[in-house]
């Protein structure tokens, strides 16, 4: 069943803000999109599970009432000073704050510096049973350009995937390009992987039988690998097609390894909820947020970044 989209943004009559840049600042953004609400907006309709002060530490549960797998996000930090990372995870099982299993990759959230280097403008789209998470700064949002060049912005995946097989007991997962690492990177980000990169190895999938047994999975469309165009596009695209993501196991592009001929690891395995590869680039001139209406849907187009141009869409009505 899909569920609708809702967008919110640092810019909204309400929203919280990112001052400093500390752990806490960007947990009271997830906790008021996720589960609270602000202004005119109701949340996602996630609960929270633990929300612990000192040092910060939440933990959401997405919303089993309207099909989630009850699947919980994790973000931990060792204290609140602004500047401090917090490690970011999902897990399928949460029995407490110290004992979690068939976990994501984990990854941080950085603020990346101060000033106006602080990724304190924050995007978060998503339904009650997944999202994505991303926040930019100052210098890179006013560029009035719909890239982030080789800056440091956060980006993330977090929630069910929208699996192909009925009563999948592991939907639960997270991604964002940084794998079992704290460090941060222009190259660690869903900007890169979808903008200059391959999305290979970006997260792990648990078993369809219930077990703790994670392997890798990569994405495919129709295009294989690649989700952008070599080069600089500013102008309009010329779209006259949207592709669907594919998440299929493995750490490679080579399709064939028996590891992933079984019941329990089939070699596709789901959709990537709300994101589509467009069959043209453009755009890359306008400035942030670049929303368009294609197809009477209306899209939000992923940052470029260095020198190619994105064709990634991600659709803001529903999943």
């Known amino acids: ?8 943004r640092w810019d909204d009559v309400g929203a919280p803000q990112i001052v400093d840049g500390k752990p806490s600042e960007y947990m009271n953004v997830l906790k008021k999109c996720l589960v609270d609400g602000y202004g005119s907006k ?5 609960t929270v599970v633990d929300d612990i002060a000192s040092p910060p530490f939440l933990s959401l549960r997405n919303n089993i009432s309207l099909g989630g797998s009850g699947g919980v996000a994790v973000f931990s930090a060792l204290d609140n000073v602004a500047g401090t990372n917090i490690k970011v995870f999902g897990c399928q099982d949460y029995a407490s ?17 101060s000033g106006e280097y602080l990724n304190n403008r924050w995007f978060i789209i998503g339904t009650g049973k997944s999202f994505y998470f991303f926040a930019f700064h100052e210098y890179v949002y006013n560029a009035s350009k719909n890239t982030i060049n080789t800056n440091i912005c956060i980006s993330f995946f977090m929630g069910d995937i929208d699996s192909l097989y009925p009563n999948d007991p592991a939907k639960f997962t997270a991604f964002s390009g940084a794998k079992d690492t704290m460090t941060t990177n222009w190259t660690q980000s869903v900007f890169y992987l979808f903008g200059e990169s391959k999305p290979l190895n970006i997260m792990l999938v ?11 999975a990569s994405l495919f469309s129709v295009f294989g690998n690649y989700y952008y165009v070599q080069g600089i596009y500013d102008g309009p ?21 028996s590891s992933y001929q079984n019941n329990n690891f089939p070699y596709v395995r789901a959709t990537l909820p709300g994101v589509f590869v467009a069959n043209s680039p453009g755009h890359r001139g306008e400035a942030m947020p670049v929303i368009k209406e294609l197809d009477g849907v209306s899209y939000y187009l992923l940052p470029s970044v260095n020198s190619q141009t994105g064709c990634c869409w991600i659709n803001l009505e529903e999943w």
Do not use: H
Not at 1 to 8: I, Q
Not at 246 to 257: A, E, F, K, N, R
């Open 1 to 8: 069943m899909a569920l609708p989209v809702t967008m919110y």
């Open 97 to 113: 704050k110290d004992s979690q299993s068939r976990k994501s990759y984990y990854f941080p959230i950085s603020r990346n510096s």
């Open 42 to 46: 109701e949340s996602l309709g996630w």
């Open 237 to 257: 695209a010329n779209i006259t097609a949207l592709f669907p993501i594919y998440i299929c196991m493995g750490d490679t592009p080579l399709y064939g390894s």
């Open 206 to 216: 648990n078993q369809l039988d219930g077990t703790d047994a994670g392997l890798p």
